[in-house]
């Protein structure tokens, strides 16, 4: 079955400490992303990716990291987590470019962090 | 920096209202992508506009793509309890750019 997951679905954290949310495609995509949606503000993109090695900042990338050393695995990594970063956060893949193909979501990670 | 902006943030409806949600861009759009996403779901793709004019139907569902290129409708003809959901736009400036959601219409259907 074609999809984009997600691990963990839920995390509850401290503050400073490091975590990874990993999420892996299986439809050969080129194009993968990372969201955050907050209330009021709907989804805003993090970072995004166009292919292997290559990637750029979406519009809030402060205090994330990303890399995209294989095709399907789009890791999104919280160096020293924050409060202001408690949020629910989707990986989001498609074929070629966002504008040409549909984007698939993951099925989202609610983090919180304490 | 660009700016995509949905009204209304949320509208209640009877079952079988029809309903409408607008998006409107600062600057000219490129292409217009829609998602719909359930409670507790995640966002689903339903259509993508590129063309200036454009109109496109699926169903209950009728997409415009202004003129100008600068706003865009979605609209539901007699919604039904399965239409819940929040109605996201969304915009990037070219295919491997970086995308902008709009806020989002959260749609209640009340039976």
């Known amino acids: 079955e074609a999809q984009v997951t997600q691990n963990p679905r839920y995390l509850i954290t401290v503050t400073g400490k490091k975590l990874t949310v990993t999420c892996s495609q299986n439809m050969n995509h080129e194009y993968m992303s990372w969201y955050r949606q907050d209330p009021g503000l709907g989804l805003r993109q993090i970072y995004y990716s166009m292919n292997v090695e290559v990637t750029d900042k979406g519009d809030v990338p402060e205090g994330y990291k990303v890399s995209r050393k294989e095709k399907r695995n789009f890791p999104l990594i919280l160096e020293s987590p924050s409060p202001n970063q408690t949020s629910l956060y989707f990986c989001a893949s498609s074929l070629l470019g966002v504008g040409t193909d549909t984007q698939y979501f993951g099925p989202g990670t609610r983090l919180t962090v304490l | 920096g660009q700016q995509v902006m949905q009204i209304p943030q949320y509208q209640h409806v009877q079952e079988g209202e029809d309903f409408t949600t607008y998006c409107n861009s600062s600057t000219t759009l490129s292409n217009i992508q829609w998602y719909k996403q359930r409670p507790g779901g995640h966002p689903v793709f339903l259509i993508q506009l590129v063309k200036s004019g454009e109109v496109k139907k699926q169903k209950r569902l009728t997409f415009q793509f202004g003129e100008a290129k600068k706003n865009s409708s979605l609209h539901i003809t007699a919604t039904q309890t399965t239409d819940v959901g929040t109605y996201f736009c969304?915009?990037?400036?070219?295919?491997?750019?970086?995308?902008?959601f709009g806020p989002g219409t959260s749609l209640s259907v009340i039976p």
């Open positions: 969304a915009n990037m400036k070219t295919s491997y750019d970086k995308v902008i």
